[in-house]
Structures are given as structure tokens and as C-alpha cells.
């Protein structure tokens, strides 16, 4: 199972976390800062992980251009550069809208792939 299983990424509120909490979180993600993120690209936007994409791209998230996520067709922006800014920075917006749960060490976090959970 990839990184041992399923997590709950949460709804798409706004947690009100510290910029400490933040960056704690991004830098323990492997989605985020740990394992270099995984880049997903669709409608023209590169983010650094999915949640971050599949939230903006909805308006549940409010990433910022240039600096949480790269517009390919944005001819002017220099595209590595944002990149490896998004990698070396602190946290991405997304962060404070996620669970935090991908980067998670407690075992009882993670589900089975194809394993139903009734609870909730
Ligand atoms: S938004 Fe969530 S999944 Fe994406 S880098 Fe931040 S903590 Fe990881």
C-alpha cells in the first residue's frame, strides 16, 4: 500500500492553523515538502500536491498564483523558478485546508484501499 494506506484529507475548511502548525505539517507531507510533492497538473495549473489542485480548481481554496501554483500558460512567469520556490517554502496555502493526515505516523489513520468504512 503507497505510504500504508488511505487517509482522510478532510472537508475543505478553513483550520485557522500557525504558521508553525504549517509548516510542521508541509514538511512532513510527502505530498508537500518530505518526499518533493507530486506536481499534478490539470487546466493549467502545476501544484505541488492534489489537494492543493482539486481545491483551488473548485474555489475551495484560495492559492495564489505564482506563488502556491504555477499557470502554464502564464508566458511571462519563469515556471522552474515558482517551482522551486513552492518546494523551498514554509507551507502552500492548501495546508491550512487539509487534514494534515497524509504525513501521519499513527497507523490507526490509515485504511486498506477497497476497505469500506462505516463510521461517520
Ligand atoms: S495540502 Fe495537505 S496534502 Fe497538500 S502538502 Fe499540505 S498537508 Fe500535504
Keep these: 500500500m503507497h505510504y500504508g494506506g488511505w487517509v482522510d484529507m478532510g472537508d475543505f475548511s478553513a483550520r485557522g492553523r500557525t504558521k508553525d502548525e504549517l509548516y ?8 508537500g515538502k518530505s518526499d518533493g510533492g507530486c506536481w499534478p497538473c490539470w487546466n493549467g495549473q502545476i501544484h505541488i500536491c492534489a489537494r492543493s489542485l482539486c481545491g483551488t480548481l473548485q474555489g475551495l481554496i484560495p492559492s495564489k498564483k505564482g506563488v502556491d501554483f504555477v499557470d502554464i500558460f502564464d508566458e511571462t512567469a519563469n515556471k522552474r523558478d515558482i517551482m522551486m520556490n513552492i518546494l523551498n517554502s514554509d507551507y502552500i496555502t492548501a495546508c ?11 497507523p490507526a489513520k490509515r485504511r486498506k484501499p477497497a476497505e469500506q468504512i462505516t463510521e461517520g
Design 96 to 106: 491550512d485546508y487539509c487534514s494534515g493526515d497524509f504525513g501521519t505516523t499513527d
Design 24 to 31: 510542521a505539517l508541509f514538511k512532513k507531507c510527502p505530498l
